[in-house]
């Protein structure tokens, strides 16, 4: 399913995975809050405000990820599948984190009304 126009999303999640953010940014996220470090940042449609929200043709449903000049408006699907996969890599490493990954997905399945993953 790893598709190149989903490109920003492998790399913000390397750069959060290189940085140590990465499991802050996934507890972050799954309560559906943005998350973002020097390099870019997930963006959820509720976490602009008026002006951001001019910014952008229309509403988008989903979450927009955006790496210095790259940038993808992915569903949350795809986003959840892709984020797994960066999850799983990162308990092979930190096994006494896999709880709280667990708790994070269930709820982020939860909020984002994530039916089946793709």
Known sequence: MVNIEHSPIHHLINACYHQGSFKKAVKYLSTKVGFGIDLGDFTFWNDLDEYDKALYEDEFN?????????????????????????????IEKKQEDEQDFQEYFENMKKILNIKGIV
């Open 62 to 90: 989903g979450i927009h990820i955006e790496l210095g000049s790259e940038s993808v408006i992915l569903d949350y699907e795809i986003f959840y599948y892709y984020l797994e996969l960066a999850a799983k890599r990162y």
